[in-house]
């Protein structure tokens, strides 16, 4: 059993910084991609930004130059530091992440529960 879980959403003002950690936790022998989704009021859900196990990262166009994703291969933990929050930040920010169990074993897609951000004044 694989789980992932999130911590650090929250209300912050426009302008402030919030930081985003997923932790991944059970029957792991791997992880490939780490990633953050996000999910606005009436909006679909959005890849945010995403880090390979060799440190290669993509970044949704909008938080470009904001937002930093890292990870932890040794604490098998993936971070978001997001600077410069814009109320269309606002969402349920959801981590997700490709987990073998086992060498010879496929990896498969996990999603942690979503942590809520607010931006507002």
């Known amino acids: 059993q694989v789980q992932l879980v999130e911590s650090g959403g929250g209300l912050v003002q426009p302008g402030g910084s919030l930081r985003l950690s997923c932790a991944a936790s059970?029957?792991?022998?791997?992880?490939?991609?780490m990633g953050w989704y996000r999910q606005g009021p009436g909006k679909q859900r959005e890849l945010v930004a995403s880090?390979?196990?060799?440190?290669?990262?993509d970044y949704a166009d909008s938080v470009k130059g904001r937002f930093t994703i890292s990870r932890d291969n040794a604490k098998k933990t993936v971070y978001l530091q997001m600077n410069s929050l814009k109320p269309e930040d606002t969402a349920v920010y959801y981590c997700n992440a490709d987990i073998s169990s086992g060498r010879y074993l496929y990896a498969k897609n996990y999603w942690g529960q979503g942590t809520q951000v607010t931006v507002s004044s």
């Open positions: 059970g029957s792991i022998f791997s992880i490939n991609v």
């Open positions: 880090v390979t196990s060799g440190g290669s990262t």
